[in-house]
């Protein structure tokens, strides 16, 4: 089976509807990040579930920033953009984020399927998951960092000329597997990795779903002393649905992309976008959900106000 993707040079045009997506991805997390920030320096604390938020959005800007800059830069007509230790950085650093992306999401249905789950029974697992979060954090970055050595090992700069067999040619970079064994391997691996993590994080979520609406109409159960647990648990529900949908329109992509000699690179472009549309736009959905984040961007924008309006009547 040929397994090499040969993709024809890059269009402006496709790698142009890119850039925007880009520029308010990292925006929207770089905002997140921000607020988060200010929450911990003015409140001196972080609820349970705020440090997995950050830690997402921190693992969304690594994907838009390592991936997708080099990729909009083609816009430019720059070529040879990276020389081979600039591949095997940019591909290495995009894998695990992308990886800890995924990871992430499914530690943070997880951990709220359990902080929700009624009766004695977890009730020592919910004290310990405080002090749960940042060991997980390290097992998560060094699993996925040791996943992902074979892009240290087997990414290269393009080279003229034609792309060997086993290649998975990226656009600005190629990733040589060299044998169909290692090829193999690797995508057994990574495929295994993430249909398990995604499996678990919709059968946590199917389970936070359950809760949900088993406990919809005791008002006292929910309105009143799990409201604030209910509007995270739903914030997850959703933000589990939106990578899920975009995953599974990456995989499609991806599948054909491997069953094909030939692939054009809108095909490619588009499934840069669809694998980036997670990054994007998450953060823009907890910041319209999460009170806390949305109260640090209204109050510096009322400040920015304030400030011009003085400047202003300055004058």
Known sequence: MQYTSMLASSSDQPACRNLPQTAMGILG?????????????????????????????????MILTIRCVPQTMTVFGLSDLLSDAGCKLVLYGYRVGRAL????????????AVTIAPGPRLSR???????????????????????????????TAPRNGTVPAFTLNLGFCLMDFRDNMLYIIQGVIVSGRDFSVVALMLVS????????????RQVRGIHRSRSAETRAAKTVVTLVVLYVFFFGIDNV???YMLTESKVSPVVADMRVFCSSCYAFL????????????KARILCVAERDQAASADAQESK
């Open 125 to 155: 697992l919910k004290f310990c998951l405080p002090s749960l979060v940042l060991p997980t954090f390290a097992a998560l970055w060094f699993l996925n960092m040791v996943i992902y050595v074979p892009a240290l090992l087997y990414s």
């Open 205 to 216: 979520s199917g389970y936070i779903l359950l809760l949900l609406h088993r406990h919809s």
């Open 101 to 112: 992306s995924i990871c992430i999401t499914c530690a943070l249905s997880v951990f709220q």
């Open 253 to 255: 992509i991806w599948i």
């Open 29 to 61: 997390n770089a905002v997140v990040l921000l607020a988060y920030a200010n929450v911990l320096y003015t409140e001196g604390k972080l609820l349970n579930v705020d440090p997995i938020l950050c830690h997402l959005a921190f693992a969304n800007l």
């Open 282 to 293: 998450s953060p823009y959905f907890i910041i319209s959900s999460n009170k806390k984040v």
